[in-house]
């Protein structure tokens, strides 16, 4: 596998764990509050390692939302970096909703930013996307690459259904359809936990995402699990996490 291979399986991961979201968050979802919480997880494709982090932390009538993926071991030695991502959310009128979304890249080489803004009250999604000039429509209920984490934590926290939704991502709306099986016993090097196993695939099929959020954490998600013709490819763990007021 060539290093750029490796990096693109990385961001997979992490856009994967961006892309569990529904369109709309319900009055009850809103109201719930989501606790705080840092969580790290080991990446592996292969013999080869990365690390990601994800924090959620309270942000005036709503939250930032912030995460990061970095190559570790042998293939930082050649390419170092960090992918950074962050997005402030608001809960009005009973649902929760992106302000804005920023990307730092340094893996990149060049290093790439991105960032968009999602304005209310012009109905547009507008910024720049890599040398890309963004001014699209939004989509109701519309959510960016990382925003939708929070409203999914949410959803399942509450009981809402979902099944299909919106992402802007790389500069343009993508649709997607979900499906959630029941708990499962995970191992991860932080414990084992009983986690919801929510799963995402390609339109053909041949590449598949599972993720397992477990209700004990508030539904943070504990394993990633990426698939190419239903054989794995890499595989995020939970590693270490703090929430406040953990149930």
């Given at each position: ?102 990307s730092t890249d340094t893996i990149a080489r060049p ?137």
């Open positions: 596998m060539t290093n750029g291979a490796y990096i693109r399986s990385l961001s997979q991961i992490l856009a994967f764990a961006a892309l569990w979201a529904p369109m709309v968050t319900s009055v009850a979802a809103a109201a719930e509050v989501i606790p705080a919480f840092d969580a790290s997880y080991s990446v592996r494709y292969g013999i080869l390692r990365g690390k990601m982090t994800l924090r959620l932390s309270h942000h005036d009538a709503g939250y930032l939302y912030e995460t990061s993926l970095s190559p570790r071991g042998m293939v930082s030695w050649i390419r170092s970096g960090t992918i950074v991502e962050r997005t402030v959310l608001e809960t009005t009128n009973g649902t929760i909703r992106p302000l804005d979304y920023v290093p790439r930013n991105t960032s968009y803004f999602f304005d209310r009250e012009t109905g547009r999604v507008t910024g720049q996307y890599k040398t890309q000039l963004i001014d699209l429509p939004m989509r109701p209920g519309g959510h960016n690459r990382i925003s939708g984490q929070v409203a999914i934590m949410l959803a399942l926290k509450t009981g809402s259904n979902f099944s299909q939704f919106s992402i802007f991502d790389r500069g343009r709306w993508k649709d997607y359809e979900f499906k959630i099986s029941g708990e499962k016993l995970v191992d991860t090097p932080s414990g084992s936990f009983d986690a919801l196993e929510i799963r995402y695939a390609s339109s053909d099929g041949a590449k598949s995402w599972s993720l397992y959020c477990a209700p004990s954490l508030n539904y943070m998600p504990v394993m990633i699990v990426y698939r190419e013709n239903g054989k794995t490819k890499s595989r995020a763990e939970l590693t270490e996490f703090r929430i406040d007021n953990a149930e």
